[in-house]
């Protein structure tokens, strides 16, 4: 079994917070995504989106503060939304349990200050979430899925992009099966233009283990595996 992973739509599941300091849009660099496509004056929110590595002058971009508004019983959620920097915002509690399972195969970047919304500062850590492996998991014959021609053209050449999305329908109602060749020894990924582009994927061992430990809920989809 494998999941595929959304923002939960309860309250207590998603991290009331802010960010301050860094600038999700500047500075820039010209660099080329994975795929060997070219990036001209690329933002950290970029490398986020194309699941690269953030150049060192751009690490400037991260924020320095982040402001943390706990549950009325205290409770801090582990994950949040940085819709601004494309990905999310994750504890040092998840980081601690994928880099268990893949060390040194994602890129967590830290926030160096973590206070709740009185000042007092945090023991708990936050990061943001680059998910380096992409991967094109999803079993197209047995999946709800269709190819969308993406194609685009950039400084006068053409590059052609067909890719792989769900097809139209509410996503409870639609079924998904995972290539199990491909996802062996993954735990956590995002799909390429093969796989469901952008979207987040784990393991069934990551989701056992951040229910184990308690961590705040995704909306996980399960996917059989074929």
């Known amino acids: 079994m494998a999941y595929m992973m959304f923002t939960s739509s309860e309250d207590k599941d998603n991290l009331n917070s802010r ?7 500047a ?9 060997g ?8 929110s ?5 699941s690269m590595r953030v150049p060192e002058q751009l690490l ?35 980081v601690d349990i994928v880099e268990r399972l893949e060390p040194g195969v994602h890129e967590f970047l830290p926030i160096a200050q973590a206070v709740d919304d009185k000042g007092h500062p945090l023991a708990r850590r936050f990061f943001l979430l680059n998910v380096l492996t992409r991967l094109a998991a ?12 993406m194609s685009f053209e950039f400084e006068g050449k053409r590059f052609e992009s067909i890719m792989l999305a769900e097809s139209p329908g509410p996503i409870n109602t639609r079924g998904f099966v995972a290539r199990k060749k491909v996802i062996a020894g993954h735990h956590l990924w995002r799909g390429n233009k093969d796989g469901l582009m952008g979207r987040y994927f784990c393991s069934s061992r990551l989701h056992d283990e951040m229910q184990a430990a308690g961590l705040s809920q995704f909306w996980f989809v399960p996917m059989d595996e074929f």
Do not use: H, W
């Open 138 to 149: 999803i079993d197209v014959e047995r999946s709800t899925v269709e190819r969308k021609d």
């Open 37 to 44: 496509a070219p990036r001209k004056g690329q933002p950290i």
């Open 19 to 25: 960010l301050e300091g860094g600038n999700p849009r």
């Open 60 to 94: 400037v971009s991260v924020p320095q503060r982040i402001i943390v508004t706990p549950c009325a019983d205290g409770f801090i959620a582990d994950f949040a939304k940085a819709s601004d920097y494309m990905t999310y915002i994750v504890s040092d509690r998840f």
């Open 46 to 50: 970029g490398c986020f989106m194309d």
């Open 27 to 35: 500075p820039t660099a010209d660099t080329v995504a994975p795929d």
